[in-house]
Nanobody, 124 residues
C-alpha cells in the first residue's frame, strides 16, 4: 500500500511561484512513477506532469511546459512540483498520484494511489 500526502498549496498572485510537496509512505512508494494532476471547479481532472522512479522520464502537459518543474528525492520519499509564473487558470486542487510502472501516464485511471489534494488559488 502507498500513501500520498500533498502540501504547499495556498493563495498566490499571478506571476508568483509555489512549490508543492508530495510525501510518500509505504514499502515500495519510492520506486513508483508519480504523477501530478489538477482539477478545477466544474472541470475534469487533468494531467499536469509526471516523473518515473529515477527521474529519467519526466513529462509535462503543454499548458505548464516551461513554467512547472517536477523532481523527486527518493531518499526522502518526496516528489516536488515547482510552479513558476502562475496564472489564474492554474487555480485548482492539485493531486499527487502513484502507479507501479516505469512509465509516466497522462490518464488518471492508470494511477492506483492518490493523495487528498491541496488547493492552489492564483489571483489576478
Amino acid at each position: 500500500q502507498v500513501q500520498l500526502v500533498e502540501s504547499g498549496g495556498k493563495l498566490v498572485q499571478a506571476g508568483g511561484s509555489l512549490r508543492l510537496t508530495c510525501a510518500t509512505s509505504g514499502r515500495t512508494g519510492s520506486v513508483y512513477t508519480k504523477g501530478w494532476f489538477r482539477q478545477a471547479r466544474g472541470k475534469e481532472r487533468e494531467f499536469v506532469g509526471g516523473i518515473n522512479w529515477n527521474g529519467g522520464i519526466i513529462d509535462y502537459a503543454d499548458s505548464v511546459k516551461g513554467r512547472f518543474t517536477i523532481s523527486r528525492d527518493n531518499a526522502q520519499n518526496t516528489v516536488y512540483l515547482q510552479m513558476n509564473n502562475l496564472k489564474p487558470e492554474d487555480t485548482a486542487v492539485y493531486y499527487c498520484a502513484a502507479r507501479p510502472s516505469t512509465f509516466v501516464s497522462a490518464r488518471p485511471n492508470e494511477y492506483g494511489f492518490w493523495g487528498q489534494g491541496t488547493q492552489v488559488t492564483v489571483s489576478s
